[in-house]
């Protein structure tokens, strides 16, 4: 199911992108983690929260829900995904900002709020202590110590709660993925260790979201990718807005559109009855001369 990329228009990328936004009618951010590259904040009034997110994202004035990525979580090296009190941090910023949403380390949110059928339900994940690079030293964020054995019943429990007409599940992790990491369960081709193969958010995935979530939206690889459905469920990888990778791994998963090769974002259209993803590359990183190309549009319908 691989389709070539269409690139049917391109607007010069504004310098107040908040207006270009709202223009769109983007009510709604999603930041998929890595939010404070490369090691992630020292405490919870670190400077880096203002020059990597709220300088930057001057005028997108509309909640962004946050996740923690590996490098959000830095240990002993940046991003080895093995310090989980960096985590804490990120989540007490959220009493500070206006933008950032990030109540918990996981956590849920339903929209339209307090409606009994919700058009659409994030539910944000925690993936680091099953796809850290460095294996987990506090025994409570182990790959199967308490905190994990708790998010995923609240995940399995929260998915069979929900009533909303669309489920979409955020993880900094992909489960599948055609960039160089690879699939969840053989990260970097790694397939025996408990940590950086990422088996057990295989497990996870495959026990819990596959079947249940419309969508899984993930960073971690530095490209953007629309990936076919497995079991029902539609992988997204999205993971360019500032960074891009080198080229393609040897994994060939079935997808409607992929770029390896531009920095990009994407905005999601959601109806009770279709999810349109719009897939747009930014031409270069001057953002004086940029321009947004949307290069692919992608729906799912009921």
């Known amino acids: 199911m ?3 990329p269409a690139r049917p228009s391109s607007t010069r990328w504004p310098r107040r992108p908040g207006a270009w936004l709202r223009r769109r009618g983007c009510s709604l951010a999603v930041g998929l983690g890595d939010n404070l590259y490369l090691d992630g904040p020292e405490s919870a009034d670190d400077d ?15 909640p962004w829900l946050m996740i923690l990525g590996n490098h959000d979580v830095s240990g002993l090296v940046p991003g080895g995904g093995d310090g989980p009190a960096r985590g804490d941090y990120e989540v007490a910023y959220h009493d500070s900002s206006q933008r950032w949403y990030m109540p918990d380390r996981y956590y849920s949110v339903p ?9 659409v339900e994030f539910f944000a994940l925690d993936s680091n202590p099953v796809a850290s690079f460095l294996p987990q030293l506090d025994p409570r964020y182990t790959w199967d110590g308490p905190y994990m054995r708790e998010q995923r019943a609240w995940l399995d429990a929260k998915l069979a709660e929900s009533r909303a007409s669309w489920k979409i599940v955020l993880a900094h992790h992909p489960y ?5 990491y690879g699939n969840a369960g053989a990260y970097n081709g790694v397939t025996a260790d408990d940590y950086a ?10 026990e819990i979201v596959l079947g249940r979530a419309d969508l899984i939206m993930s960073g971690h690889d530095h490209c953007s990718q629309i990936l076919a459905p497995v079991r029902g469920t539609q ?3 999205c993971g360019a ?18 770029d390896f090769a531009h920095r990009g974002f994407m905005t999601l259209s959601i109806t009770e009855s279709a999810i349109t993803v719009d897939a747009y590359l930014v031409e270069s990183a ?17």
């Open 197 to 206: 193969s990422g088996k057990h958010l295989k497990e996870l995935y495959e």
């Open 176 to 180: 599948i993925n055609n960039g160089p």
């Open 111 to 119: 929209l339209p709020d307090g409606s009994p059928n919700p058009v």
């Open 241 to 258: 807005s500032s960074q891009t990778e080198s080229g393609q791994s040897n994994v060939t998963n079935d997808f409607h559109w992929q």
């Open 235 to 237: 992988q997204i990888v």
């Open 48 to 62: 880096e929260f203002q020059t990597k997110f709220e300088q930057p994202n001057a005028g997108i004035d509309v």
């Open 286 to 302: 001057d953002p004086a001369t940029a321009t947004a190309v949307l290069a692919h549009s992608h729906t799912v319908r009921r």
């Open 2 to 4: 691989t389709r070539a």
